[in-house]
């Protein structure tokens, strides 16, 4: 008996020594997950917890603490569908990570191929955020494909998005109040998208802070969508892309723009103010409605270096319903219209 009552009392040290050193030094415990999140659950800081089932669902709030790392399995080409919260708080010092179970960098080489195996972009799916409520603060995602906020309001901020296939944060479909500040994107193919309910300041980056040449392949924020409530656009390091023949600004609502702001038109694309509807500051310092294909202004926003050059006719223009006509302001260029 005094002996079973030592080793718990050394096991029980041993254990609060362990929770009290920081995440990255301590023992990695890795936890195979292959069945959804029912019920309220924690994924706790410095463990791995790897994904290893096709159709994984959190039905419930998933709260993963900093240092977590998750890594999702590309054999079973899994990803991530959420009905319930996925509340992920990392801090600077501890991020919470999302990754390929074959990234031996974060982690380790939780898969125990050794050199076998290196992570690519579109090792895994997507994160699917189907509901309100969840927040990913200080997270960073690698080598996914997507990372998809639709039909609800979610916050992402400090987060940092490398490496992933097709587009790295979507919010398409968002709601209004969905947050997007102070994250990082590059080396992914397109950044970001939104659509015209949400505000987006000048807080996020486009380039890979410690090297700044890396940047994304076609480097910009698209719009989805139409203009549905009174926002704003403030980010001048990137343009703003249109893909869309009847982009619209609807009616009595307002479209503010900032200084250097610059929206870039896909071949054929156009925009329609609406009756009532208003676009604030469209004749400010250095703004421009231009084509996709010029490079002259935030970058090669197609991602084709020089293959393409830009030409007049190349997008519809923008058309006013109260003016019954196109604009004709001088900082519509390469347009079809007028």
């Not at 708080?89 to 919470?96: F, K, N, Q, S, Y």
């Not at 603060?137 to 080598?143: A, G, S």
């Not at 400010?284 to 084509?291: A, E, L, N, Q, R």
């Not at 830009?310 to 302001?329: E, F, K, L, R």
Request: negative net charge; hydrophobic residues 40%.
């Amino acid at each position: 008996m005094k002996q079973h009552s030592l080793r718990l009392c050394f096991l029980l040290a041993l254990a609060a020594v362990l929770a009290a050193l920081p995440a990255c030094i301590r023992p990695n415990l890795v936890i195979e997950v292959t069945e959804n999140i029912d019920s309220p659950t924690t994924w706790r800081s410095g463990r791995i917890y790897i994904i290893k089932t096709f159709d994984f669902w959190v039905n419930a709030t998933l709260e993963i603490e900093p240092g977590a790392i998750v890594k999702f399995d590309p054999q079973s080409g899994p990803g991530m569908s959420v009905n319930g919260a996925v509340l992920a708080r990392g801090t600077a010092d501890e991020p919470v990570i999302f990754t390929s179970s074959r990234d031996d960098a974060r982690g380790g080489d939780s898969n125990r191929d050794g050199l076998a195996t290196a992570p690519a972009p579109g090792d895994w799916g997507k994160i699917l955020v189907q509901t309100g409520g969840s927040e990913f603060l200080h997270c960073r995602f690698f080598y996914g494909t997507t990372v998809e906020a639709s039909y609800g309001k979610a916050a992402f901020q400090q987060c940092t998005f490398a490496d992933n296939k097709e587009l790295a944060l979507d919010l398409s479909y968002a709601e209004a109040e969905t947050v997007v500040s102070g994250n990082v994107f590059y080396r992914n193919d397109r950044p970001l998208a939104v659509n015209g309910v949400i505000d987006i300041d000048a807080s996020n980056s486009f380039a890979n802070p410690l090297d700044p040449g890396e940047t994304n392949t076609r480097n910009g924020i698209w719009l989805a969508n139409a203009v549905e409530t009174s926002i704003s656009l403030s980010e001048t390091e990137v343009a703003f892309v249109i893909d869309d023949v009847d982009f619209r600004v609807n009616e009595n609502i307002t479209l503010t723009l900032a200084d250097s702001v610059v929206i870039k038109f896909t071949d054929s694309s156009g925009l329609v103010i609406d009756y009532g509807g208003d676009i604030q500051n469209y004749g400010g310092s250095s703004v421009w409605f231009t084509s996709y294909k010029d490079d002259t202004r935030k970058g090669d926003t197609n991602g084709d270096g020089a293959s393409s050059s830009p030409a007049d006719g190349d997008w519809d223009g923008i058309y006013s319903n109260d003016a019954g006509d196109y604009a004709g302001w001088s900082n519509i260029v390469y347009a079809n219209n007028p």
